[in-house]
């Protein structure tokens, strides 16, 4: 039988759920002045957010699991 290797999910209290993540997201983009044309989360292996030339917003889904101070 193979090990889980994945360390353990903080509780859940600890996480934001997508529904708040996003608009989370928009309040920082306004507050520094930019806008998004689309907010995505999805498994990434090598960071945490990416932004493309257009305007495109990835998340990485782990990111949902840090503490607040880590997403502002």
Do not use: H
């Not at 309040?27 to 044309?37: D, H, L, W």
Request: proline share 11%.
């Amino acid at each position: 039988m193979s090990q889980d290797l994945q360390a353990p999910k903080p509780p859940l209290e600890d996480t934001v759920p997508i529904e708040l993540f996003k608009p989370e997201v928009m309040a920082n983009a306004i507050r520094i002045g930019v806008e998004p044309k689309s907010i995505t989360l999805r498994p990434m292996k090598k960071k945490w957010a990416s932004c493309s030339s257009k305007g495109n917003l990835s998340f990485d889904t782990e990111i949902l699991y840090q503490p607040a101070s880590l997403r502002k």
